[in-house]
C-alpha cells in the first residue's frame, strides 16, 4: 500500500491510538505481568474482539446484538472440538469402553463419532471452520431479519432468543457437546503441548496479532464509504434506501463480520483457556461484551480494547475481594456509562487526552527542529467522535 | 391490467391503495410529460403524500399501474426504483445529522452502490467536483465541512434536494419543498427549483397557492384520493368544484 493509502487509513490520531495500544500490549504487559497474569490478559483480549465487532454492528451500524456471545462459542467450540479429538487418540482414551472418542461421549453411551465431529481431525478444516460457520450462522439469520425489515429492539430480543437456544442445544445434546461441563481436558494442538508456559506466551502473542489485523480491517471498514453509510442509516434509513442503497445488505455484511471476529475471538479463548463451555454462550455472556463495548466506547475500536481490558480486571480484582458484589459493581458502571459519558472511555479521552498527547508531540518536534506542521489537516473531512 | 406504452415519462393508471378498506387514494390515473413541472394540491387526508409514496415503492399498491419511462415500478424494489431514475425528497428534511455536508452528498453520489463498491468506493476528481458543483447550486459551498446537524431548516431542505440532484433523476418528487422556510429562503428555493427542473420532470407537493402559481406547468387537484380538477393553475383555481372543497375544508 502506499505512503499516501496508509496516511488515509491511518491519520495521525489514529496512527498514535493504535501505537499506544501495540507499545502497551506488545511491550509493557508482557515485560511487567508474570504468566499467569498475562494468559488472564489474553484472555480479556478475546472478548476484545467481540467488543471490536459490536463496535461496528451497534455503534456504527445501530444494530444491537445481544446474541454475540453465540458466535463466540461457536468458534470456539471448533477449536475446542479439534483440540479434543486430537486429546483423545485411542492411546489416550484406552480405558473406554469405545476407545478413540471423546470421553463423554462414552459416558453418554455413544459408540461411534458423530458425522459432524470428522472433518474436525483436520487442523485447515477447523480454521476454516471457525470463520465461516459462525458468518454462514450470521448471514442466515441477517438475511431472514434484515431483508424483513426487522430492526431495533426486536432484532435485539432475537439475537437474544437465538443465544438461549443455542445454550439449552449444547447442554441438552450432552453426548454430542460435552453438555453443560463444556468440552474440557484439552491438551495438544498437532502434539504441541497447549499448556505450557511457552504456549502460553505464543497463543497470547498470536491474540494480539490477530487482534490487530481485526483492528485494521475495522479501521478500513470505518474510513470507507461503508463505514459512513452505516452511521447514515443509523440515522437516517429511509434516506439511504432511498438513495438506491439496498439497505439489509449492508447490515448483513457488519452483521456477518462482526460474528466473524467474535468467532476469532472465541477460538483464541479456547487455545488461551484450556477448554470451551456454555457458559460463554449464552445471554449474560452476550450482554456482558455490550457492556465492555459500551464503557469503551461504542464507537470507537481502540476504545472497545480497553473497554474490555478494564472492566475484565476490575471484575477479576473486584471479585477477588467482594464476588458477591461485583454484579451490582457492574450494573452501576454500565448506568454510570449511559448517564455520564455516553462515549465510554473513549469519548474522555477524546476530549482531554488526545489533545494533550498532540500538544506534547509537537512540542518533542519543535524541539527536534523538525517542522511539526499538522498533517491531519483533511479540509472537508472532519474526524466524528 | 396491461398497460400500454406511452411516451409520458410517467403514466399513472387505475392506481388504487387501501389500508383496511379505506381507500387513500382510489382509482387514480394521470400522466406526466418529459420536462413538465407538475403540482399535487389538496387539502390534509387529499393522499397526496400517499401517491409519492406509492410511485416511490414506499408503499405497494393494491391495484393499477405506475409506468416510469414504460418500466412498471408497482413490481420494483425501492432502490432498484432509485436507480431507475425517481428521485423523492420527504416532507421533513431528511439528512443524516453525524455526517458532514459534504459526506451527505458523497453518499448520495451514484456510485459504489453495492456492499464491496462501498469498500471500494474512492474520493476521485470526478466525486469532488459534482460535490462541488452541487453545493454551489444548493447554496451550502461555503458549509461543505460543516456537520449537517448544524444547518438551519432551510439549509437542511436545500441540502436534501442537492442529494437527490446528484443522482440527476429523471424524474424528481418533492414534497412540500418550501413548507416552513423563511421568505427570502423561500425566494431562493423557487429560484433553485427553475433552475434544476430543467431537463427533467417534477411532481412538487404544495399548498401555497402562490408558490404553485409561480412554478407549475400543469396543477392536479386531489380529493379525498380521486383527481378533483387537472389543468393550469389559474384554471384550477378557478373551477368551482376546488373552491367549494377549499372553502368547506
Not at chain 1, 485447515?124 to 458468518?135: E, Q
Not at chain 1, 460463554?280 to 461504542?298: D, K, L, T, Y
Not at chain 2, 439528512?95 to 459534504?102: E, K, M, P, R, S
Request: with cysteine.
Amino acid at each position: 500500500m502506499s505512503y499516501t493509502g496508509l496516511r488515509s487509513l491511518l491519520p495521525k490520531n489514529d496512527l498514535l491510538s493504535f501505537g499506544v495500544l501495540a507499545l502497551l500490549l506488545v511491550v509493557i504487559l508482557p515485560l511487567s505481568l508474570d504468566i499467569f497474569r498475562l494468559n488472564l490478559i489474553g484472555k480479556y483480549l478475546t472478548y476484545a474482539f467481540v467488543a471490536l465487532g459490536l463496535v461496528l454492528c451497534w455503534g456504527y451500524g445501530g444494530i444491537l446484538s445481544l446474541g454475540q456471545g453465540v458466535f463466540f462459542g461457536l468458534g470456539g467450540y471448533a477449536m475446542a472440538m479439534f483440540l479434543k479429538l486430537e486429546a483423545s487418540s485411542p492411546e489416550n482414551t484406552a480405558i473406554q469402553s469405545t476407545p478413540g472418542i471423546p470421553d463423554f461421549m462414552d459416558w453418554n453411551q455413544l459408540t461411534e463419532l458423530p458425522w459432524f465431529w470428522e472433518p474436525f481431525h483436520s487442523l485447515g478444516f477447523t480454521i476454516i471452520a471457525i470463520v465461516l460457520v459462525p458468518s454462514v450462522f450470521a448471514y442466515i439469520i441477517g438475511v431472514a431479519m434484515f431483508k424483513r425489515r426487522v430492526g431495533g429492539v426486536y432484532f435485539a430480543i432475537i439475537t437474544q432468543a437465538v443465544a438461549a437456544i443455542l445454550t439449552i442445544l449444547i447442554i441438552g445434546q450432552q453426548g454430542y457437546t460435552g453438555g453443560v461441563n463444556g468440552i474440557t481436558d484439552l491438551r495438544t494442538l498437532n502434539g504441541w503441548d497447549i499448556r505450557t508456559d511457552g504456549a502460553k506466551y505464543f497463543f497470547y502473542f498470536l491474540c494480539v496479532f490477530l487482534l490487530f489485523v481485526c483492528l485494521l480491517i475495522a479501521q478500513f471498514v470505518r474510513k470507507s464509504k461503508l463505514g459512513r453509510l452505516l452511521v447514515a442509516m443509523r440515522e437516517m434509513e429511509d434516506r439511504v434506501r432511498f438513495s438506491g442503497y439496498d439497505v439489509s445488505n449492508f447490515k448483513i455484511f457488519v452483521f456477518c463480520l462482526g460474528s466473524a471476529f467474535a468467532a476469532i475471538g472465541g477460538a483464541m479463548f479456547t487455545l488461551q483457556v484450556g477448554f470451551m463451555s456454555p457458559t460463554f454462550v449464552g445471554i449474560v455472556p452476550s450482554i456482558e461484551m455490550v457492556i465492555f463495548c459500551a464503557v469503551g466506547g461504542r464507537l470507537s475500536i481502540i476504545g472497545a480494547v480497553y473497554g474490555t481490558l478494564v472492566v475484565n480486571w476490575a471484575k477479576t480484582s473486584f471479585s477477588e475481594s467482594f464476588p458477591e458484589l461485583w454484579l451490582f459493581a457492574m450494573g452501576a458502571l454500565f448506568i454510570a456509562v449511559v448517564m455520564a459519558f455516553p462515549n465510554g472511555l473513549a469519548g474522555l479521552y477524546k476530549k482531554y487526552g488526545e489533545p494533550l498527547l498532540l500538544r506534547v508531540i509537537d512540542k518533542v518536534k519543535a524541539g527536534r527542529g523538525g517542522l511539526g506542521g499538522d498533517l491531519n489537516s483533511k479540509g472537508v473531512v472532519h474526524e466524528r467522535q | 391490467m396491461s398497460a400500454s406504452n406511452t411516451d409520458f415519462v410517467l403514466a399513472v393508471e387505475g392506481l388504487t391503495v387501501s389500508f383496511d378498506g379505506f381507500k387513500a387514494v382510489n382509482d387514480l390515473s394521470f400522466y406526466v410529460d418529459k420536462n413538465e413541472i407538475r403540482v399535487i394540491v389538496g387539502p390534509n387526508g387529499a393522499g397526496k403524500t400517499t401517491v409519492l409514496d406509492l410511485i416511490c415503492g414506499r408503499t405497494k399498491a393494491t391495484e393499477g399501474s405506475i409506468r416510469f419511462r414504460n418500466r412498471e415500478l408497482t413490481k420494483m424494489k425501492e432502490h432498484q426504483i432509485v436507480r431507475a431514475g425517481v428521485g423523492r425528497k420527504f416532507q421533513t428534511p431528511s439528512i443524516y445529522g453525524d455526517l458532514t455536508v459534504f459526506e451527505n452528498l458523497e453518499i448520495s453520489f451514484p456510485r459504489g452502490r453495492s456492499v464491496f463498491g462501498a469498500l471500494a468506493f474512492k474520493r476521485d476528481e470526478e466525486v469532488m467536483t459534482r460535490v462541488s458543483e452541487i453545493a454551489d447550486m444548493i447554496f451550502l459551498s461555503e458549509l461543505l465541512g460543516t456537520r449537517a446537524d448544524l444547518l438551519s431548516h432551510g439549509q437542511k431542505q436545500w441540502l436534501e434536494i442537492g442529494m437527490l440532484l446528484i443522482q440527476d433523476p429523471e424524474l424528481l418528487m418533492l414534497d412540500e419543498p418550501v413548507a416552513g422556510m423563511s421568505v427570502s429562503e423561500r425566494r431562493q428555493t423557487a429560484e433553485l427549483l427553475r433552475r434544476i427542473t430543467k431537463d427533467r420532470s417534477v411532481i412538487v407537493i404544495e399548498h401555497d397557492m402562490q408558490f404553485v402559481a409561480e412554478i407549475a406547468d400543469k396543477v392536479t387537484v386531489l380529493h379525498q384520493g380521486k383527481i378533483l380538477a387537472e389543468g393550469s393553475a389559474e384554471e384550477v383555481k378557478k373551477n368551482p368544484k376546488v373552491i367549494e372543497v377549499y372553502l368547506g375544508h
